[in-house]
């Protein structure tokens, strides 16, 4: 119940495309889903948030869809771009809490 | 305003050694997490800890491993007898509060090689 299923595991996609990674949850507990960049050999940062109070975010490029019946949320990022090459974690906490749980990650690469 | 320092950045230790590796939080912060990644693998919570606090280490292998965050200094988490499965990337991270919606801003990590 404390796991985040993220899909796909890689994923190719030309410059200029919409990359979709999709990540589930089970825990209803769950209230702020987070999603990290991490490029090779570095840490993980925050790209972007939401709460499921509200059913997208969008910034900039980066747009996050939330369902909350299903219990999915998803990352699309618009016009990719060969620097957008990375991996990407999806991850879900509870207020209160102080664990995060990480998805497994999927790796972006942008085809120039 | 350095972000999360973690060193050494790469360590190799030979089966039965220890392993330590050190975490300095961004100025401010006085919390903070500790995780694991193995390759190809998201990351796994280990343990979480306040100043001279060990909050939540329900991540943490039972035995081997430990963490502090003394008042003064950095945090550390100490790896005894090391085995060739601890090998992995061990990251930091810091945030200003407690709650675990507030943003966590991570270190660049210590890769450990266990020969």
């Known amino acids: 119940q404390q796991q985040v299923k993220q899909s796909p595991q890689s994923l190719i996609v030309q410059k200029g495309g919409i990359s979709i990674i999709n990540c589930a949850y089970e825990?209803?507990?769950?209230?702020?889903f987070p999603w990290y960049q991490q490029f090779p050999g570095k840490g993980p940062a925050l790209l972007i948030a939401?709460?499921?109070?509200?059913s997208e975010k969008k910034e900039g490029r980066f747009t996050i869809s939330f369902n909350k019946s299903a219990k999915q949320f998803s990352l699309h990022i618009m016009d990719s771009q060969p620097g957008d090459s990375a991996t990407y974690f999806c991850?879900?906490?509870?207020?209160?809490?102080?664990?995060?749980?990480f998805g497994a990650g999927t790796r972006l690469f942008v085809k120039a | 305003n350095a972000g999360v320092m973690q060193n050494p950045r790469h360590l190799v230790r030979r089966r039965g050694q220890e392993a330590r590796l050190r975490c300095s939080p961004m100025?401010?912060?006085?919390?903070v997490y500790w995780y694991r990644q193995l390759p190809e693998e998201g990351l796994k919570f280990m343990v979480y800890?306040?100043?001279?606090?060990?909050?939540?280490e329900s991540g943490m292998p039972k035995e081997r491993f430990s963490a502090e965050f003394p008042k003064e200094g950095p945090s550390i988490l100490r790896i005894q007898q090391v085995v060739r499965g601890d090998s992995a990337a061990y990251f930091c991270?810091?945030?200003?509060?407690?709650?675990?919606?507030?943003?966590?801003?991570f270190g660049p990590g210590t890769r450990l090689t266990v020969l």
């Open positions: 991270a810091s945030s200003p509060h407690a709650e675990s919606t507030d943003t966590q801003y």
């Open positions: 825990n209803t507990a769950f209230d702020y």
């Open positions: 939401i709460r499921p109070d509200v």
């Open positions: 991850a879900a906490s509870d207020t209160g809490g102080f664990k995060t749980i």
């Open positions: 100025k401010g912060h006085s919390h």
């Open positions: 800890l306040q100043k001279e606090n060990i909050i939540d």
